[in-house]
């Protein structure tokens, strides 16, 4: 929904990119194994210079598009170019020890610490995803018998800035998990009266007060292939 405070900048239709589903996909693993299920399904490619477009029969996929300005950005270029539903499946780190590596949760709120969610909502910190695409998600998860957790998440952009001070007070909040773009997503959905909801695997731990990395484990492939090439 506009405000009163109509924007001077408006974001460009993406010309041949014209999908109501939108799946957007920060990362990969270390093996690329989304980016090569993109390149065979595709029926064509764009490049952005931050980030990669495919389209497929019925929707089309935004690809590592890192953090939430250049998320939003091409976001908001498939918005005008009538997207209407955005599923983001990514990666995250786990703050809370419920969450071990390489579990699934599905996002129930977002709080924001990155800095585009702001020129949005200006005064909101927690954002929700839209319920019905929410258990639509989750449905499909149980269809598959795929095991999964509901979970909080924070999102930032500094993540070098992942202090022993800032995890505590993630911790006290009851913040279950951190990435870069879940809040502006959400934030971005509401604004333009869209669909948005997020499925996370987490790839790193952070709860223990060090940084345990699961970028490059095997098992990472095995929780992609099950959990997130199904949307495609």
Not at 35 to 59: H, M, P, S, T, V
Not at 137 to 166: M, N, Q, Y
Not at 195 to 219: H, T
């Amino acid at each position: 929904m506009e405000t009163e405070d109509e924007a001077i900048v408006k974001a460009r239709a993406f010309s041949g990119f014209q999908r109501k589903k939108v799946l957007y996909f920060p990362g990969d693993s270390s093996s690329h194994l989304i980016g090569r299920a993109l390149k065979r399904k595709a029926i064509k490619e764009k490049n952005l210079g931050f980030g990669q477009l495919y389209l497929l029969k019925d929707k089309v996929i935004l690809y590592q598009s890192v953090g939430a300005p250049v998320a939003v950005l091409s976001l908001e270029g498939l918005v005008s170019s009538g997207a209407k539903e955005i599923i983001l499946l990514g990666f995250c780190g786990s703050l809370n020890s419920k969450f071990q590596m390489k579990s699934v949760a599905s996002i129930s709120k977002a709080f924001s610490e990155e800095g585009t969610s702001k020129h949005y909502f200006s005064q909101k910190k927690y954002f929700k995803p839209s319920f019905a695409l929410k258990n639509k998600i989750e449905k499909i998860l149980r269809s598959f018998h795929l095991p999964f957790s509901e979970g909080s998440l924070v999102s930032t952009d500094a993540p070098c800035r992942e202090t022993k001070t800032w995890l505590e007070q993630k911790q006290k909040k009851g913040i279950d998990l951190v990435d870069m773009e879940t809040s502006a997503v959400f934030a971005l959905a509401e604004f333009r009266s869209i669909e948005s909801a997020a499925l996370m695997i987490v790839s790193d731990e952070l709860w223990r007060g060090k940084w345990i990395k699961g970028f490059s484990d095997p098992g990472l492939d095995a929780q992609i292939e099950q959990y997130f090439l199904p949307f495609l």
